[in-house]
């Protein structure tokens, strides 16, 4: 065994892998003592806080909640009478739901009016964010009901023209 | 060069129920070319962050005088520093709009790439070597530093400072913690990543060297296609972009960004343009710019007193330039008018080579109540001290009686309510 496949076996990866880590963690050394310098405890909170927000906080919200919403347009919810021949996708709802929680997560400070020094600093009113942001979900979710509404139309047409013809001949041969 | 996985001492150690094990992580979607995908455009992204932060940095003239220095610890970190340049003159603008940005577009990208190796963070077991254990420090560096970054610097674009301490000493050594992470990542997962986005057809098989511990061993029925998933994320980045970047684009566009901090006009007319802070939020008095006010500009053992007639009745130039944010928002050309920089030096008896200025407001408070301009900044003939804006005198928000406007300065290096200007090397 020659001594690259040693150390890989003993370090797990190869041995430029560690020289890069070690030069990273060294740079990274130098600007974190800078980071702590002040409240060290707050900044070292916000910094593993940030590592885990999403995988141990959000995640686990939004999953929830997505398998919920997935509930609800699973096949057999709902009347299931067999006329219908194809079930809305949870899509229609998950998509404007994202978009619009997204919105949330950047621009939470202005929508929930969480800054109080706005106006003074800015000159400009702060009671507009909620508003703003309430329209554009209504605007998405209409969005996603329209498309839901004329994707249906297309997909019976063939059903519904077929429907017709049968009943304007059947009148034809009442007469 | 990446760390293996998999490894003959894999079996030996039985993860507990749950998230550990492989199969408690159901969607279909999840594989190397998702993650490959969302990574590449992180890595273009981020690259693009770094470099126009880089910028910004430099853009304040740290080096220049402690005034100037939010960061006077920076050591070698401020390696790269340089005179930042007053052409073009929209430069500082086109830099910081893409900075924030791109920054707020990248959100949903980031999110989902996190999402796309959940997996990976409860492996199982945790650690299965020295270079899979140190792997994980330093990702545990990339991720946190990734959110640090994200999370300072949204929080500062809508001035909620909550964060615990000074936005830019946070920003600048929390992206240097950040980088070094970012570098190893990409150098240990790129050869990968372009292996899985060139390689087309179906996911490979769970538990394999190529699934790369993310695809799931027992998929969920698909709700929604690989490609419909970027496609949503991609919606996110959109909708981001829509709601914010006509803060940065201004004029017409401004109306478009309905949630961005900067996204209306303070009014119609002269003064309809945006303001970093008032005056009343600076604790500017009536007195401090009423008939009283005087401007002071010294030089090496000279010293004029003006009034604000005086000052008006120097000659007088225009300049048509923007007020630019570090926080990403900033104004179309306004047009300017004043007294030349170099002309002030002049009276003094720095006429012949103006060089650099010690700047001076009469607020109270805040970081940026003086400034050190470079030498190339005050000899622009572009860079005045402004009485007037778009043809009417300055308002007290805008810096009555006079302010400092400079090409391509960041914005609060365009000091308002001036009263005090030294030329040449402090005493």
Request: glycine share 10%; with cysteine.
């Amino acid at each position: 065994m020659n001594g690259a496949l040693a150390f890989r076996r003993r370090y797990g990866a190869s041995p430029l892998h560690l020289l890069l880590v070690l030069a990273s963690f060294a740079l990274a050394a130098y600007a974190g003592v800078r980071l702590l310098k002040g409240d060290t405890l707050g900044v070292a909170l916000w910094f593993v806080g940030a590592a885990l927000l999403h995988d141990l906080v959000l995640l686990p919200l939004y999953a929830v909640t997505d398998r919920a919403a997935q509930y609800l347009f699973r096949k057999g919810a709902g009347a299931g009478d067999g006329s219908r021949p194809t079930r809305p996708s949870v899509n229609y709802v998950r998509v404007p739901a994202f978009v619009s929680a997204l919105l949330l997560l950047v621009w939470w400070p202005l929508i929930l009016r969480r800054v109080g020094h706005y106006t003074a600093a800015t000159g400009l009113p702060a009671d507009v964010f909620l508003g703003h942001w309430l329209l554009i979900t209504a605007a998405l979710f209409a969005a996603s009901a329209a498309t839901l509404v004329v994707r249906g139309l297309h997909a019976s047409g063939p059903r519904r023209r077929a429907e017709r013809r049968r009943r304007r001949e059947a009148r034809k041969a009442v007469k | 060069m990446g760390v293996t996985d998999g490894g003959p001492d894999r079996s030996r150690f039985a993860a507990p129920p749950g998230p550990t094990r492989p199969e408690f992580w159901r969607s279909p979607l999840r594989g190397p070319w998702l993650t490959a995908v969302l990574g590449l455009v992180l890595l273009v992204g981020v690259t693009l962050l770094f470099v126009t932060g880089l910028l910004s940095y430099a853009s304040y003239n740290p080096d220049l005088a402690p005034v100037n220095d939010q960061t006077p610890d920076k050591g070698w970190l401020g390696f790269y520093l340089f005179p930042w340049p007053t052409s073009p003159y929209w430069l500082y603008r086109v830099n910081q709009g893409v900075h924030v940005v791109l920054g707020i577009v990248l959100v949903p990208v980031l999110l989902a790439k996190l999402w796309s190796v959940i997996p990976k963070l409860f492996e199982w077991p945790p650690v299965r070597s020295v270079g899979h254990g140190v792997e994980r420090l330093s990702l545990l560096l990339l991720v946190g530093g990734a959110g640090f970054e994200f999370a300072t610097g949204i929080l500062n674009v809508q001035l909620h400072y909550i964060f615990p301490g000074s936005f830019y000493v946070l920003h600048f050594y929390g992206a240097w913690v950040f980088i070094g992470a970012f570098v190893v990542h990409v150098a240990s997962r790129l050869p990968r990543a372009l292996r899985s986005v060139r390689r087309a057809g179906a996911p490979p098989q769970a538990g394999t060297e190529e699934a790369a511990g993310l695809v799931s061993p027992r998929p969920a029925p698909p709700t929604i296609s690989r490609r419909g998933a970027l496609g949503m994320v991609g919606l996110g980045s959109l909708a981001l972009f829509a709601v914010t970047a006509g803060q940065s684009a201004g004029g017409w566009w401004r109306r478009t960004a309905l949630l961005a901090p900067h996204g209306r006009d303070p009014g119609p007319g002269p003064h309809g343009f945006q303001i970093n802070k008032t005056a009343a939020s600076v604790g500017i008095r009536p007195s401090d710019i009423g008939p009283a006010w005087r401007l002071t500009v010294r030089g090496p053992g000279r010293q004029v007193v003006l009034t604000r007639e005086e000052l008006l009745a120097m000659e007088q130039h225009e300049a048509a330039l923007p007020i630019a944010c570090v926080e990403g928002w900033s104004t179309s050309d306004q047009l300017w008018s004043g007294v030349r920089l170099t002309d002030l030096a002049a009276l003094v008896g720095r006429g012949s080579d103006p060089s650099r200025a010690l700047v001076e407001s009469v607020q109270r408070g805040g970081p940026f109540g003086s400034v050190v301009l470079a030498d190339n900044q005050v000899r622009d003939p572009r860079s005045l001290l402004a009485v007037r804006v778009n043809g009417a005198v300055l308002s007290e928000d805008h810096g009555y009686p006079a302010r400092v406007i400079v090409p391509g300065a960041p914005g609060v290096h365009n000091t308002k309510w001036v009263t005090r200007l030294t030329f040449g090397e402090p005493a």
